[in-house]
């Protein structure tokens, strides 16, 4: 008999904050990694404790520029080529977002393997990790929009059918990200907490979604409830420094109405353990480029090459 879901949400009538049952940190995994900790206790606690771990200029300027041009290729290779990958801003119709980045792009196929970033997401989810999702974000000066309030597990658990919080995302910085040009934001200790929402789950809602959610958003009192509690922080830094944060921590991000566009590469690292089912309710799974679930293979560390 299949046990119940422990982490329901768009089949009731009211949202709810429910008990986290997975770990933050997994170091009691059963699958031993033959590597040095990138970690110190510090940022392992801190990581346990708000959700997110922000490492300043893991990346030196060169690796930076070498990244931010093949991220600037691809936006101009993509912009007109009508691919499914591309995500317009709602308005302008400039490139919100490329999808499927480690997939279309060498340099990115190679910069996912990074021990810098890799050995994070396996020390952190105690496990070997594959790439769940991949994009750029490129939020554009003056017309980038904001992005709503949520947790990622939420989604990816209702419509992707992933099991478990055993899952992170990691977004390296390719331009400054300031205070004022929509950075990430995120809600401290958030993630232990599961917050359930109303509203049944179109079909194809990934369509809409990927440009302003309107499924599985947070109730305004429960949000209010996790700030008070945890505060809002905003992560902002130089190019070259990454955040990594937990699948279940709330988050999102203020509009760009200043002249300087806010760009990162985005890696969503999930445990190999922790593949994906069917979606909740019957839906039909979202495209590969967006939840992978073909050639699901552990990555191996790799340095970057700057060629």
Known sequence: MLSQDPYPSRTQN??????????????????????????????????QQNGFLLMPDLFKPDEVAYLFG?????????????RKEVIAEPGSGEVRSIFNVHR?????????CDPRVLNVAREILGSEVYIHQSRI???????????????????????????????????????????????????PGSHHHYVSCLGETPDENYKTSLKKQDVGV?????????????????CAGKAGSVVF??????????????????SNVFFVYNSIANQLEAPKGGLIPRPEFVAAREGIVALSPQALALA
């Open 14 to 47: 009211n949202a709810g904050i429910l008990a986290r049952h997975d770990p933050v940190l997994y170091a009691d995994a059963e699958v031993p990694l033959q590597q040095v900790s990138p970690l110190d206790a510090a940022q392992r606690a801190s990581y």
């Open 70 to 82: 093949a991220m600037q290729t691809m936006r101009e290779e993509f912009t007109h080529a009508g």
């Open 104 to 112: 279309l792009n060498e340099i990115f196929a190679n910069l996912v």
């Open 137 to 187: 974000n490129y939020k554009p000066g003056f017309t980038g929009k904001e992005f709503y309030w949520h947790s990622d597990f939420e989604t990816w658990h209702s419509e992707d059918g992933m099991p478990a919080m055993r899952a992170l995302s990691c977004s390296i910085l390719l331009t400054d990200n300031s205070d004022c040009n929509g950075p990430l934001m995120l809600i």
């Open 218 to 234: 947070p109730d305004q009192i429960l949000l209010r409830y996790l700030a008070d509690m945890g505060g809002i922080k905003s």
């Open 245 to 262: 944060f937990d699948c279940n921590t709330m988050h999102g991000s203020n509009g760009n109405i200043t002249p300087y566009p806010r």
